[in-house]
């Protein structure tokens, strides 16, 4: 089965500077999906950025890219111009067909 | 678009009770899944549906059951509440072709 591990529990950076949260998975399959999800306070799950495994290029979304290394199973979040807003947990997963996992969390606080 | 909605936000069950979280969606996908979150834990994919009439267990099935005879909707029953089912309940439906995942707002489920 797919493991996804984030050792990162928790992590703090200051407001309008940059901070990479990393996640490292383990899987045999060659095609498959990754993402990484935000939940604020409020609870809702809410998409940030996704990365087909068969792209080299890494994803970008405004503010948020990836460093997807795929031989290292390794799938690490960069948000740049950190704001408040950016306080909450982050959740990677990864996808292949109906099995979706997910890793254990790391918790953002963006400070001011 | 309502989205991804869930019914009740909240419910504390006594052991041995049975009840059913409520999931419907609006946006006529095809797959929808049911996740457990617990704390220090990412979500967990306890049921999902490929389609109306076709369910399948994930990674922690055990002590819910799952039907699907429409499209819209897709309830998650608990059939003898136990407090290891203490947990947060989400819902999601997943975009047919980006493969996007759409959360519902979450059900806080107390097992006294």
């Known amino acids: 089965a797919q493991t996804v591990t984030q050792s990162q529990p928790e992590m703090s950076v200051q407001e309008a500077e940059t901070v990479t949260l990393s996640c490292t998975y383990d899987?045999?399959?060659?095609?498959?999906?990754l993402f990484w999800y935000k939940q604020p306070p409020s609870r809702q799950m809410i998409l940030v950025i996704r990365q087909e495994a068969y792209k080299q290029q890494n994803a970008t979304e405004n503010r948020f890219s990836v460093n997807f290394q795929k031989a290292a199973k390794s799938f690490s979040l960069k948000i740049s111009d950190s704001q408040l807003g950016d306080t909450a947990m982050y959740f990677c997963?990864?996808?292949?067909?109906?099995?979706?996992?997910f890793g254990a969390g790391t918790r953002l606080t963006v400070k001011p | 678009n309502a989205g991804v909605t869930q019914t009740p936000k909240f419910q504390v069950l006594k052991t041995g009770q049975s009840m059913t979280l409520q999931c419907a969606q609006d946006?006529?996908?095809?797959?929808m899944s049911w996740y457990r979150q617990d704390p220090g834990m990412g979500l967990r994919l306890i049921h999902y549906?490929?389609?109306?009439?076709?369910?399948d267990q994930g990674e922690v099935p055990n002590g819910y059951n799952v039907s699907r005879s429409t499209t819209e909707d897709f309830p998650l029953r608990l059939l003898s509440a136990a407090p290891s089912q203490t947990s947060v309940y989400f819902c999601?439906?997943?975009?047919?072709?980006?493969?996007?995942?759409?959360f519902g707002p979450g059900t806080r489920l107390t097992v006294l």
């Open positions: 997963a990864f996808m292949k067909h109906y099995d979706m996992r």
């Open positions: 549906s490929v389609g109306a009439g076709i369910t």
């Open positions: 946006m006529n996908h095809e797959y």
């Open positions: 899987t045999s399959e060659n095609n498959y999906y």
């Open positions: 999601a439906s997943r975009h047919p072709t980006n493969d996007e995942q759409f």
